[in-house]
């Protein structure tokens, strides 16, 4: 069974920071690629980074230079660190496992709620 697990949202202040991880279970972590997404409310959801099994990165546009994903094998653990943290960023912060082959299989995790206000 696989289980996809966030922690580490939470209110942080316009500017401040966070960072957000994503630990698997029941899946071969390193040949996956990884992400983070993010829905706010009365939005769809969005991308917001990737990073491949080889450690290549994706970023959208409205993070780069601010946010930064990475993955630790040993853990199984993906990360989001989160910087400069703007009312923007305000949304459910979901987990993504993807093993694209000659279909997609992908798994999502709960979701964690992160807050950026005064």
């Known amino acids: 069974q696989v289980h996809l697990v966030e922690s580490g949202g939470g209110l942080v202040q316009p500017g401040g920071s966070l960072r957000l991880s994503c630990t698997a279970s029941?899946?071969?972590?390193?040949?996956?690629?990884m992400g983070w997404y993010r829905q706010a409310p009365g939005k769809g959801r969005e991308l917001v980074a990737t990073?491949?099994?080889?450690?290549?990165?994706n970023y959208a546009d409205s993070v780069k230079g601010r946010f930064t994903i990475s993955r630790d094998n040993a853990k199984n653990t993906v990360y989001l660190q989160m910087n400069t943290l703007e009312p923007e960023d305000t949304a459910i912060y979901y987990c993504?496992?993807?093993?694209?082959?000659?279909?997609?299989?992908?798994?999502w995790g709960q979701g964690t709620q992160v807050t950026v206000s005064s």
């Open positions: 993504n496992a993807a093993w694209i082959t000659l279909v997609r299989v992908e798994y």
């Open positions: 029941g899946i071969n972590f390193r040949i996956y690629k």
């Open positions: 990073i491949t099994s080889d450690s290549s990165t």
